[in-house]
């Protein structure tokens, strides 16, 4: 079905392209020639609602141009509020079917993280380029899954690290890769919020949920960011929750790690679904680098004894920036910022400290 339906693909671009001449890329040299990226978004919950539907309303390179979800009620809606036609709708049973519909360049896949690696699999296969929200994955298995199936169909795969695309974020891991402040001794991250919700995917183990794999992700990219170097193991780590009734069978509400980095460069983060916290520190040899918020969707701002670190912006273009930049990437054909690959490392630290925990022993990376 999915190479009959490639076929169609190629027969319906052929017509538009006389003189195009197809090759294995030539999909890739089709959706270069476009001005704009068609978007279909799939899962239509509270952060494609929220941040990235409004965001594509603002996007110079991509525009919402379908969706899939499972709710027809929901698809009235965003059909009437968005303007999108029929036949850029799709639900769970039909997506495949997406192979046919030129209209739609990209699939982001905004799911709970256990349906992540069925729905780029099935996107990529369709031929279309994926972005995924993060966890990129419940497993590092599963991440080598994807990005090989968006590999095979020579289809571009982007994780949705928001975060790599703002200004004040590349401000300061730019000065940290350039040892403005000189060599890192210390980083100190934290990153969590009070989740009251009792029955959202994030309280479900068999769907990806606790926290690491959700707000943990933050603390563990601010780590890296934060020292400029892959750490080299997890020296501690422990898991808990205050809640057990919501946060059940030793799911975790609350962890918090300590990470080693070559030089014997430590970094302790913690990350929570029961209280507020959201910051980054990272002494350095002449003075501290201090972020706080350094995660915020309304913005992230801090200082160094360089100076303030603050590109003021209003929500949602930390999501406007990461899209347009992804898009733009796809249409030059050049290396997306955040790809699989660095989606699949912080699965890989995710596991470690799950094990270390477990283990109470230091793990290597």
């Not at 966890?135 to 590092?140: Q, R």
């Not at 959201?278 to 801090?302: H, I, W």
């Not at 898009?327 to 050049?334: F, R, T, V």
Request: net charge positive; charged share 20%.
């Amino acid at each position: 079905m999915y190479n009959r339906s490639r076929r169609e693909v190629l027969k319906t671009l052929a017509a538009g392209a006389g003189s195009l001449i197809f090759s294995p890329n030539s999909l890739l040299a089709a959706t270069s020639q476009k001005k704009r990226l068609g978007v279909a978004l799939v899962g239509l919950g509270y952060y494609s609602t929220d941040l990235l539907a409004p965001a594509l309303q603002d996007t110079k390179h991509c525009f919402l141009a379908g969706i899939v979800t499972g709710t027809p009620s929901k698809a009235e809606t965003w059909k009437k509020k968005y303007s999108i036609p029929d036949k850029n709708i799709y639900n769970y049973s039909n997506f495949d079917s997406i192979a046919n519909n030129p209209d739609i360049d990209v699939v982001y896949v905004v799911l709970p993280p256990s349906m992540h690696k069925e729905y780029v699999v099935r996107a990529a296969n369709a031929g279309k380029h994926v972005w995924c929200e993060k966890p990129m994955a419940i497993s590092v298995n599963e991440c080598e899954a994807m990005i090989s199936a968006c590999k095979q169909n020579k289809r571009s795969l982007a994780i949705g690290y928001r975060l790599q695309h703002e200004p004040n974020t590349k401000e300061y891991r730019q000065l940290i890769r350039d040892k403005k402040l000189g060599n890192v001794k210390y980083v100190n991250c934290a990153a969590g919020y009070r989740d009251n919700r009792t029955d959202h995917w994030k309280q479900k183990r068999e769907m990806g949920g606790g926290v690491l794999g959700d707000m943990g992700v933050y603390a563990i990219q601010g780590a890296r960011g934060g020292t400029g170097m892959e750490p080299i193991a997890i020296i501690s780590a422990t898991t808990s929750t205050t809640r057990p009734e919501i946060y059940k069978n030793g799911l975790d509400e609350t962890v918090v790690a300590k990470l080693e980095f070559p030089g014997g460069v430590i970094a302790d983060i913690k990350t929570s679904f029961g209280e507020n916290i959201n910051f980054l520190t990272v002494n350095c040899e002449r003075g501290d680098l201090k972020m706080e918020p350094f995660s915020a969707y309304a913005g992230v701002q801090g200082s160094s004894p360089l100076g303030v670190i603050n590109h003021p912006f209003n929500v949602p273009a930390e999501q406007t920036m990461q899209m347009d930049d992804d898009a733009l990437a796809i249409m030059q054909n050049k290396p997306v910022i955040a790809p699989g690959e660095e989606g699949m490392r912080d699965i890989h630290i995710v596991q470690s400290i799950y094990a270390s925990a477990a283990k109470g022993t230091r793990v290597k990376l």
